[in-house]
T-cell receptor
């Protein structure tokens, strides 16, 4: 059974710092991996999608990497800003389902950027 | 605006009530999902519909009853709920999830449910 773990559960850094959020998954047979952002009381916004054949994706100050063999992904945020404060969720599209996909989420990392 | 709309945004219901959550997507997607998000727990997949057919039921109690009349609409019918069912219920959609390594999944803003 696929399990997704995110460490740390919470992170607080001063504005301007570069930071890395970690995600690990137990079964490397995945279709893709997505990083999401969730603001308090809101739905999820997709940030980056990495297909299983890709190693990384970039969007602005965000860079996500994927190492399927080791079951790890990282989300790198450059030059952090207070507006980046949110919960960041990692999710894998599990390839083990025989029908529609199953997307398994981690518990998230709650990020706080101090001005 | 993600193209996935959920109503109502907030719902308070008694344990003997019957209510429904509604989700509508305007993205032309074929797959729709219900997720439950409780405090301090990961998102839990509840149901998956692909081309209007239910393809996943993640051991959800029968007091939650999904309905997918077409690829654009998804309902979650609620009856005789328990206080522990209070949570944020998120609807999502995606293009055919089996195509080309899968596609981005889009979420609605969620429906906050409180059972009293």
């Amino acid at each position: 059974k696929q399990e997704v773990t995110q460490i740390p559960a919470a992170l607080s850094v001063p504005e301007g710092e570069n930071l890395v959020l970690n995600c690990s998954f137990t079964d490397s047979a995945i279709y893709n991996l997505q990083w999401f952002r969730q603001d308090p009381g809101k739905g999820l916004t997709s940030l980056l999608l990495i297909q299983s054949s890709q190693r990384e994706q970039t969007s602005g100050r965000l860079n996500a990497s994927l190492d399927k063999s080791s079951g790890r992904s990282t989300l790198y945020i450059a030059a952090s800003q207070p507006g980046d404060s949110a919960t960041y969720l990692c999710a894998v599209n599990d390839d083990t389902s025989s029908s529609a996909s199953k997307i398994i989420f981690g518990s998230g990392t709650r990020l706080s950027i101090r001005p | 605006e993600t193209g996935v709309t959920q109503t109502p945004r907030h719902l308070v219901m008694g344990m003997t009530n019957k209510k429904s959550l509604k989700c509508e997507q305007h993205l032309g997607h074929n797959a729709m999902y219900w997720y439950k998000q409780s405090a301090k727990k990961p998102l839990e997949l509840m149901f998956v519909y692909n081309f209007k057919e239910q393809t996943e039921n993640n051991s959800v109690p029968s007091r939650f009853s999904p309905e997918c009349p077409n690829s654009s609409h998804l309902f979650l019918h609620l009856h005789t709920l328990q206080p522990e069912d209070s949570a944020l219920y998120l609807c999502a959609s995606s293009q055919d999830p089996r195509a080309s390594g899968g596609n981005t999944i889009y979420f609605g803003e969620g429906s906050w449910l409180t059972v009293v």
